[in-house]
Each structure stands twice: as C-alpha cells, then as structure tokens.
C-alpha cells in the first residue's frame, strides 16, 4: 500500500493536483474538506457538529475529524494506497493517523508540500469563492484566520514528517501540468 499526504496551504493546489494523482496511481482520494462539505450540504450530525468551525476558518475538533478519516479509511480495504487530502492538520492528527494506519498493516510513505507565496493563495481563494460557493473562501478575514491556524497547528508538521524522512516539498507556482509532473517524479522516486 502506498500512502501519500498532501499537504500545503489553503488554496496551494491540494485538490486539483489530487485528482490527477489518484487517477495515475489509483489511489483513493480522501479530502477532508470535501467530505465535510457533503456532510454540511447533507446536514448529517456531523455536519452539524462541523458547520460552525468551518464557517469560520477554524478547524473541527480532532476527535471528530480523526473518526471521520478512519471510517472512510475502513470503507476502502481492497485500495491500492490513499492520497490524503487535508488529513494530517495538526500534530495530534499527524500521531492518530500513525497509530492508526499501522493496525491495518500499513503507514503513511510520503508527504509531499505544495509551496506557494501567502499573497498568491489569497488572491486564488478570492478568486475560487466567486464560483464555488464556499462561505470560507468568501470573505478575506476568514481567509486569514485559515493561514493562521496553518501556521500555529499545521506548519509544525513539517518539522515532524522531516523527522521521520518523509517530507518533500514541491514549488506550487506554475501551470496544472508543470506542478503534477513535479509531483510525480517525487513519487516515481520513493
Ligand atoms: N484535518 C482537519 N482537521 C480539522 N478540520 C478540518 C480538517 N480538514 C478540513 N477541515 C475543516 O474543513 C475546512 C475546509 O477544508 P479544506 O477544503 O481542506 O480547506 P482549505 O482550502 O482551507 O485547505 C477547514 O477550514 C476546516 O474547518
């Protein structure tokens, strides 16, 4: 099984470069973001308990994020891999997803970074609010308060994948195309 978490900033690319990954490498996409959105549009009791949080820019309390990713986990036995989209986000996530991935026979290969300018995403997720509908990419506080939850609980993933030499980083900046070929010859190199 080959596992890869994607990881970078809101708007660095994540789930445009996902997929093309997912389809190349069959793997299964797991987006948190996307499958709090279903839940949200669904109101479901978990969209219920995440709507407030995501609304805002914050991020969803771990426990409740944690059994969500690990049911949709255990939906897939027979995948090839997963490319984790938005799943590690903080530290206590980053360990959950290692005690957890290690009872089904497996753990996490790689992480792969999307880098990008701050002033560049902003602008992007400006843009993407236009037409995408999302409250959160809306309106530029709430913009904000999603950088500054990435640099107080996200950032410091950085530090714990590299410790375990498992942490790539790729330049964000460039055409669809140029970023996944970039990203695919870190992965034709694991
Ligand atoms: N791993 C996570 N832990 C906690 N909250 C999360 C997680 N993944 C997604 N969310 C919630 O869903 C929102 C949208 O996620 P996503 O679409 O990945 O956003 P972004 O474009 O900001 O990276 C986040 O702002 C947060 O409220």
Do not use: W
């Amino acid at each position: 099984m080959i596992n890869i978490v994607l990881f970078g900033k809101p708007g660095a690319g994540k789930g445009t470069q996902a997929e093309f990954l997912k389809e190349k490498y069959k793997l299964t996409h797991l987006s948190t973001g996307d499958i709090f959105r279903f839940n949200l549009k669904n109101d479901t009791d978990l969209g219920k308990k995440a709507r407030v949080f995501m609304d805002n820019g914050e991020l969803v309390p771990c426990e409740v994020t944690t059994a969500m990713l690990i049911d949709e986990v255990n939906k897939h036995p027979d995948t090839a891999g997963f490319l984790f989209d938005g799943y590690p986000r903080t530290l206590d996530q980053a360990q959950a997803l290692d005690k957890f991935l290690p009872t089904i026979g497996s753990g996490v290969t790689a992480t792969i970074a999307l880098e990008a300018d701050d002033e560049i995403l902003v602008a992007r997720l400006l843009e993407r609010g236009k037409t995408s509908g999302r409250v959160d990419d809306q309106d530029e506080e709430k913009i904000r308060v999603r950088y500054q939850e990435y640099n107080e609980k996200t950032a410091p993933l950085i530090g714990y994948y590299k410790e375990q030499n498992k942490f790539h980083a790729v330049n964000g900046i460039g055409t669809i195309e140029d970023i996944t070929e970039r990203l695919t010859s870190v992965i034709d190199n694991l």
